[in-house]
């Protein structure tokens, strides 16, 4: 197994850092992160951090309620919605698999 100088998996720290990106792009302060969660990604465009929400079990049927219009979407909706075809072809292939 591949590990970093700090010892931790090789994966680990590059997940944690995806998993960590602020909205330009930047890895976020480790001591104050700022986690994406499942919809943000879909909706803007992550879609290796949509990859590994699904991968670690997140439900792609799952509904995000939108407080302004009273309605629910789901995350292929969201990035349809914001046009992220990469996004949506990214979810249709992990839920195919």
């Given at each position: 197994m591949l590990r970093n100088d700090d010892g931790t998996r090789l994966g680990d720290?590059?997940?944690?850092?995806?998993?960590?990106?602020?909205?330009?792009?930047?890895?976020?302060?480790?001591?104050?992160?700022?986690?994406?969660?499942?919809?943000?990604?879909?909706?803007?465009?992550?879609?290796?951090?949509?990859?590994?929400?699904?991968?670690?079990?997140?439900?792609?049927?799952?509904?995000?309620p939108n407080r302004s219009t009273s309605k629910a979407s789901s995350a292929l909706q969201i990035a349809a919605a914001n046009g992220h075809t990469n996004v949506i072809e990214a979810i249709i292939d992990e839920v195919s698999e």
């Open positions: 720290k590059l997940t944690l850092q995806s998993l960590l990106r602020n909205d330009h792009g930047a890895v976020s302060d480790f001591l104050r992160p700022t986690l994406r969660d499942f919809f943000t990604c879909a909706s803007q465009g992550h879609k290796e951090d949509v990859r590994l929400y699904i991968s670690g079990g997140q439900f792609t049927d799952q509904l995000q």
